[in-house]
């Protein structure tokens, strides 16, 4: 019997880019439908003729069967006035009206592209820009939505005509692929070598060219999907050396890019997560431990000095894939700028910076809309729990709180200064931008600015409220401002620390509406409520109320950015009190300094801090690990890799005889004074690096016990520590459920969702966190 009504569907989410027509389209066809489907500003809406039953079984097989890249937030069905049809059809897409709708991340090379990539009989054997509707670029090729080809930086390559026969056949892999391109029509090319002529050729050609120059010793940039990647030869010191001095990176790990899982595991060890995340849709660089006896051919203490570990990817593009292959072996493949700057995504610019650091460069012609460096993710060493390091290419901008609908309305959230990113509230979505850097120079500022605005354009979005951190200096609050005053909008101002936290508790909707939750916020820097440094906070929730409940008691905080960047300084400053430490301070300082320094300690502290980042420097010097640092987080780095050797030596359940610790307080002399005189005694730096994470967490055991809380969520920079991760979890877990961060850094690029977090509560709650300030 025909059918007699008509239906309507509609579905939110991440449902553009991931080839959700094609799949209606077929599944229609399976159910014997006639209608269509489109994309919108708001999603992907089908209408079709059937039976009541039929309908309800067809509106369960579209949710329950979508395409593997896709996430439905929402879906509605509704029956409409009836309207017959005579076929299924993919009608265009509609531009008109308010986006609200989730940006499809890009996506790694999947399976079936790698092998016609590799098959002589294909037709795009060797075509470096090989893609389908399961991979390739999504969000950094956008310029304006829906995600359709002539809205996409794809919109100069028309199709030739197989290209268009694969388009329009319902039957084909590629159909509606807006990616689609051959070698006859496609994206193509350039051989630069350094401020030489350009050459131009065929692919396989100038692939040859630049496999030949990383195994030469030269250094090589290569365009790839978010922006440049400067590479060289993982195994040639003088390469890896001179690709430091160019780009003014001394110590800085490098990251590596291997052919093949295979050729990793000849290197390094594997575990099962590890390799799922490395041959994931996102293909992040991932943390791994090199094998004891094995990675012979690698310059690994060039490549990461001082440290066990390395991060490494597979190729995530073609092109890429294509130069590993020719290559057969590990490159280096780190972010294509000078240090401190951002990326560099345009071929003009590269080519204009890039021949100071780079001999050669591979460009090709389509351009890149949204910068993106590649994301980082590491696992804890015993307990294996995921750390996202830097959510960026394959992660960002989609954020999806599974159970959690964003209040409505447009609220722009700025985040902090370092590891900045900025978030959006936004049509009930959540928007959480690319890591963009370090606040600290005009390009940086100019790229997060450029981000910001091209989101906001994106989603033809105009927020109603600005929220920044408390610190009115920050860059991001600064700018925050002005915008506010642009649009003639109120801007709120949150604590940094309290924004760490709300994000935390964010990514866990399970929790109890009325459980009572301890928060480890720990990180390097952020602006207390009381003018002071804050860094080794306490945090109790419950009850929508957030309140300080302790801190790392407060020690001096002196010469500005020069204490974060020299670790003796820290060790100064919460030590100066302590003669039984001055034997160990004073060489760190020539006569001068030491003289000065003290003199200025003697002084009453007219800035105090509590960081739990200076205190992990502090230690690091101490022990000898790190009297100066050349980049951000590295005195911690070291010292948490000197005090996994202990526990990899004598297991994660022993304590070094630190017992439970003898009270709510702590201060840096509790944990710092025992290492100096552990050294007198002859102890071993790694047993003393081990106690030095067991007194913070004994003070976190004894703080829980103390609040009688069953929640302990961690949230800060410091948990990028996967050793004091597991220690937490391992030490706590007998009495208390213990929490982290799901798909976001602890680091300073939750700091935006916190803010919404915070704002959201405050309108929607009759017990609101509490504003520290409106700006007028």
Same mark, same amino acid.
């Given at each position: 019997?025909?059918?007699?009504?008509?239906?309507?569907?509609?579905?939110?989410?991440?449902?553009?880019?991931?080839?959700?027509?094609?799949?209606?389209?077929?599944?229609?066809?399976?159910?014997?439908?006639?209608?269509?489907?489109?994309?919108?500003? !708001?999603?992907?809406?089908?209408?079709?003729?059937?039976?009541?039953?039929?309908?309800?079984?067809?509106?369960?097989?579209? &949710?329950?069967?979508?395409?593997?890249?896709?996430?439905?937030?929402?879906?509605?069905?509704?029956?409409?006035?009836?309207?017959?049809?005579?076929?299924?059809?993919?009608?265009?897409?509609?531009?008109?009206?308010?986006?609200?709708?989730?940006?499809?991340?890009?996506?790694?090379?999947?399976?079936?592209?790698?092998?016609? =990539?590799?098959?002589?009989?294909?037709?795009?054997?060797?075509?470096?820009?090989?893609?389908?509707? =399961?991979?390739?670029?999504?969000?950094?090729?956008?310029?304006?939505?829906?995600?359709?080809?002539?809205?996409?930086?794809?919109?100069?390559?028309?199709?030739?005509?197989?290209?268009?026969?694969?388009?329009?056949?319902?039957?084909?892999?590629?159909?509606?692929?807006?990616?689609?391109?051959?070698?006859?029509?496609?994206?193509?090319?350039?051989?630069?070598?350094?401020?030489?002529?350009?050459?131009?050729?065929?692919?396989?050609? =100038?692939?040859?060219?630049?496999?030949?120059?990383?195994?030469?010793?030269?250094?090589?940039?290569?365009?790839?999907?978010? /922006?440049?990647?400067?590479?060289?030869?993982?195994?040639?010191?003088?390469?890896?050396?001179?690709?430091?001095?160019?780009?003014?990176?001394?110590?800085?790990?490098?990251?590596?890019?291997?052919?093949?899982?295979?050729?990793?595991?000849?290197?390094?060890?594997?575990?099962?997560?590890?390799?799922?995340?490395?041959?994931?849709?996102?293909?992040?660089?991932?943390?791994?431990?090199?094998?004891?006896? /094995?990675?012979?051919?690698?310059?690994?203490?060039?490549?990461?000095?001082?440290?066990?570990?390395?991060?490494?990817?597979?190729?995530?593009?073609?092109?890429?894939?294509?130069?590993?292959?020719?290559?057969?072996?590990?490159?280096?493949?780190?972010?294509?700028?000078?240090?401190?700057?951002?990326?560099?995504?345009?071929?003009?610019?590269?080519?204009?910076?890039?021949?100071?650091?780079?001999?050669?460069?591979?460009?090709?012609?389509?351009?890149?809309?949204?910068?993106?460096?590649?994301?980082?993710?590491?696992?804890?060493?015993?307990?294996?729990?995921?750390?996202?390091?830097?959510?960026?290419?394959?992660?960002?901008?989609?954020?999806?709180?599974?159970?959690?609908?964003?209040?409505?309305?447009?609220?722009?959230?700025?985040?902090?200064?370092?590891?900045?990113?900025?978030?959006?509230?936004?049509?009930?979505?959540?928007?959480?931008?690319?890591? =963009?850097?370090?606040?600290?120079?005009?390009?940086?500022?100019?790229? #997060?600015?450029?981000?910001?605005?091209?989101?906001?354009?994106?989603?033809?979005?105009?927020?109603?409220?600005?929220?920044?951190?408390?610190?009115?200096?920050?860059?991001?609050?600064?700018?925050?401002?002005?915008?506010?005053?642009?649009?003639?909008?109120?801007?709120?101002?949150?604590?940094?620390?309290?924004?760490?936290?709300?994000?935390?508790?964010?990514?866990?909707?399970?929790?109890?509406?009325?459980?009572?939750?301890?928060?480890?916020?720990?990180? /390097?820097?952020?602006?207390?409520?009381?003018?002071?440094?804050?860094?080794?906070?306490?945090?109790?929730?419950?009850?929508?109320?957030?309140?300080?409940?302790?801190?790392?008691?407060?020690?001096? #905080?002196?010469?500005?950015?020069?204490?974060?960047?020299?670790?003796?300084?820290?060790?100064?400053?919460?030590?100066?009190?302590?003669?039984?430490?001055? !034997?160990?301070?004073?060489?760190? #300082?020539?006569?001068?300094?030491?003289?000065?320094?003290?003199?200025?300690?003697?002084?009453?502290?007219?800035?105090?801090?509590?960081?739990?980042?200076?205190?992990?420097?502090?230690?690091?010097?101490?022990?000898?690990?790190?009297?100066?640092?050349?980049?951000?987080?590295?005195?911690?780095?070291?010292?948490?890799?000197?005090?996994?050797?202990?526990?990899?030596?004598?297991?994660?359940?022993?304590?070094?005889?630190?017992?439970?610790?003898?009270?709510?307080?702590?201060?840096?002399? !509790?944990?710092?004074?025992?290492?100096?005189? /552990?050294?007198?005694?002859?102890?071993?730096?790694?047993?003393?690096?081990?106690?030095?994470?067991?007194?913070?967490?004994?003070?976190?055991?004894?703080?829980?016990?103390?609040?009688?809380?069953?929640?302990?969520?961690?949230?800060?920079?410091?948990?990028?520590?996967?050793?004091?991760?597991?220690?937490?979890?391992?030490?706590?877990?007998?009495?208390?459920?213990?929490?982290?961060?799901?798909?976001?850094?602890?680091? !300073?690029?939750?700091?935006?969702?916190? &803010?919404?977090?915070?704002?959201?509560?405050?309108?929607?709650?009759?017990?609101?966190?509490?504003?520290?300030?409106?700006?007028?």
């Amino acid at each position: 019997m025909p059918p007699h009504r008509t239906y309507h569907i509609h579905l939110q989410g991440q449902v553009q880019g991931v080839g959700f027509r094609p799949f209606v389209y077929q599944l229609a066809n399976r159910f014997g439908l006639c209608g269509w489907v489109n994309n919108t500003l !708001d999603g992907v809406h089908i209408e079709f003729n059937a039976g009541p039953e039929t309908a309800a079984s067809f509106y369960q097989a579209v &949710q329950n069967e979508a395409p593997a890249l896709a996430v439905i937030t929402e879906a509605t069905m509704e029956e409409m006035a009836f309207q017959s049809y005579s076929d299924f059809q993919i009608v265009h897409s509609d531009a008109a009206g308010e986006a609200s709708l989730l940006l499809t991340p890009d996506v790694a090379l999947c399976a079936d592209c790698r092998a016609e =990539l590799h098959a002589p009989s294909n037709r795009r054997f060797g075509y470096p820009f090989i893609t389908c509707t =399961l991979c390739g670029p999504r969000y950094s090729i956008i310029q304006k939505l829906p995600y359709d080809r002539p809205f996409t930086t794809m919109q100069p390559f028309p199709m030739c005509p197989d290209c268009a026969a694969e388009y329009e056949n319902p039957l084909d892999r590629r159909y509606y692929s807006q990616t689609n391109s051959c070698a006859d029509c496609g994206i193509s090319l350039q051989w630069q070598p350094g401020h030489g002529i350009p050459l131009t050729g065929a692919p396989d050609e =100038l692939i040859g060219l630049a496999a030949e120059a990383i195994l030469e010793g030269k250094i090589l940039a290569v365009k790839g999907i978010g /922006g440049f990647l400067l590479c060289c030869d993982a195994g040639n010191e003088t390469a890896i050396q001179t690709l430091r001095r160019r780009k003014h990176r001394p110590s800085k790990p490098f990251a590596l890019m291997y052919p093949s899982l295979e050729s990793l595991r000849e290197d390094a060890q594997l575990g099962p997560e590890q390799a799922e995340e490395l041959l994931g849709i996102a293909a992040p660089i991932v943390l791994v431990d090199l094998l004891p006896n /094995g990675h012979k051919k690698l310059a690994v203490k060039d490549i990461a000095p001082g440290l066990n570990q390395v991060g490494v990817m597979l190729p995530y593009a073609p092109l890429l894939e294509l130069l590993l292959r020719r290559i057969c072996r590990p490159i280096v493949a780190t972010s294509g700028n000078p240090t401190q700057h951002p990326i560099v995504f345009d071929n003009e610019t590269a080519l204009c910076e890039l021949p100071s650091i780079a001999d050669v460069l591979l460009l090709h012609n389509r351009d890149i809309a949204t910068p993106q460096d590649d994301s980082v993710v590491r696992f804890s060493p015993f307990l294996h729990e995921r750390i996202v390091l830097r959510r960026s290419r394959g992660l960002a901008p989609t954020f999806i709180l599974p159970g959690r609908k964003a209040a409505p309305g447009t609220v722009l959230a700025m985040g902090a200064m370092l590891k900045s990113a900025f978030g959006l509230r936004h049509q009930g979505n959540y928007y959480l931008s690319q890591y =963009l850097g370090d606040l600290q120079n005009f390009d940086t500022e100019r790229s #997060f600015q450029w981000a910001l605005r091209h989101l906001l354009g994106l989603l033809s979005a105009r927020p109603e409220a600005v929220l920044t951190d408390l610190h009115p200096d920050y860059y991001s609050t600064r700018l925050g401002e002005i915008l506010a005053g642009e649009w003639q909008v109120p801007v709120f101002r949150y604590q940094h620390h309290e924004a760490h936290f709300a994000a935390a508790l964010a990514e866990h909707p399970e929790l109890p509406a009325d459980a009572a939750v301890l928060g480890l916020i720990w990180d /390097g820097t952020g602006l207390g409520s009381d003018g002071q440094v804050w860094g080794g906070e306490m945090f109790r929730f419950e009850n929508g109320q957030m309140n300080r409940v302790g801190h790392l008691e407060y020690f001096p #905080f002196i010469l500005g950015d020069k204490m974060p960047r020299e670790p003796r300084i820290s060790a100064l400053a919460a030590c100066h009190h302590l003669p039984q430490c001055h !034997d160990l301070l004073e060489p760190m #300082f020539s006569e001068t300094e030491w003289r000065v320094y003290r003199q200025l300690l003697q002084q009453p502290a007219r800035l105090t801090t509590s960081s739990m980042g200076r205190l992990f420097d502090g230690a690091a010097a101490l022990l000898g690990l790190s009297l100066r640092s050349s980049y951000e987080g590295e005195a911690a780095m070291l010292l948490e890799n000197s005090a996994l050797e202990a526990f990899k030596k004598y297991g994660i359940g022993e304590n070094f005889g630190i017992e439970a610790a003898a009270s709510v307080g702590l201060s840096a002399e !509790d944990v710092l004074l025992p290492l100096a005189e /552990g050294l007198r005694l002859g102890e071993s730096r790694e047993v003393l690096a081990a106690q030095f994470h067991l007194r913070l967490v004994r003070w976190a055991e004894r703080m829980a016990a103390e609040q009688k809380v069953r929640y302990v969520v961690c949230s800060g920079g410091v948990f990028q520590n996967g050793l004091l991760a597991d220690l937490i979890s391992d030490r706590l877990s007998h009495h208390h459920t213990v929490l982290f961060h799901r798909q976001l850094s602890p680091n !300073d690029e939750s700091i935006a969702l916190g &803010q919404l977090m915070l704002h959201q509560s405050h309108k929607g709650n009759n017990n609101p966190i509490k504003i520290i300030s409106l700006a007028r």
